[in-house]
């Protein structure tokens, strides 16, 4: 994933795909159907990007490489700090374990409004480099903005009741330590292109599961 527009085309389509058969497999799981939207989502994250790509590559109009840097940057940064844990909430079966997770649900609405803000404030830019795209936008307190992001994020997952889903939060905490590690300035890019392919076990998870809850993850109430 992330590393040219062929690789997004075809990583965004074989998702879209995992992500359409998770949405077959909600049924009647009404709470299930924001976490079974992820998958789709992020593909729909990563076939965006391929416009990128071809835009800054200058195979598309510059008009079109704007729009879809702004929707990257929309998904990315505005959306999926509240999306996550606002799914993950509508997923948990008890009362108690979903007021567990409102603070996360609250604490991705700030993070979605202070990065909204700075990308009409501040602007942002993107570029190619070496497998990856570098977006960058300019803003103060980064570090403590993408703390938050990461908590609000990965904390729902890790608190979850359904241990598929803490599962599905340590891989991704895993992931965005390497992945810091390995690049900064592709980190929005390389992290959305992982948790695009990641969300491939909801769909699994959704598919294989049975229509209720076990009953293990039910008696926290």
Known sequence: ???????????????????????????????????????????????????????LEGHVPHSVEHVA??????????VLPTFVPFAVLAFEPTRRRRWTMAPFVALGLVVSGVLAHAMVRDGFSAEIRPYHIAYSLHMGDAFVVIVCYV????????????????????????????????????????WCGWAAVSSGAIAAHLRFSRSHRPASSAVVA
């Open 1 to 55: 994933m992330c590393f040219s527009p062929e690789a997004d085309l075809v990583g965004g389509a074989v998702i879209a795909a995992i992500g359409v058969d998770a949405l077959r497999h909600v049924h009647q799981r009404h709470g299930h159907l924001a976490i079974a939207s992820l998958p789709l989502l992020l593909a729909a994250h990563q076939l965006d990007e391929s416009l990128v790509w071809l835009g």
């Open 69 to 78: 840097v702004w929707v990257y940057l929309l998904v990315a940064f505005v």
């Open 151 to 190: 908590v609000a994020v990965c904390g729902a997952l890790l608190l979850s009741g359904d241990r598929h889903v803490v599962l599905f939060g340590l891989v991704n905490v895993v992931a965005i330590a390497v992945i810091a590690r390995l690049t900064v300035d592709g980190f929005a890019s390389v």
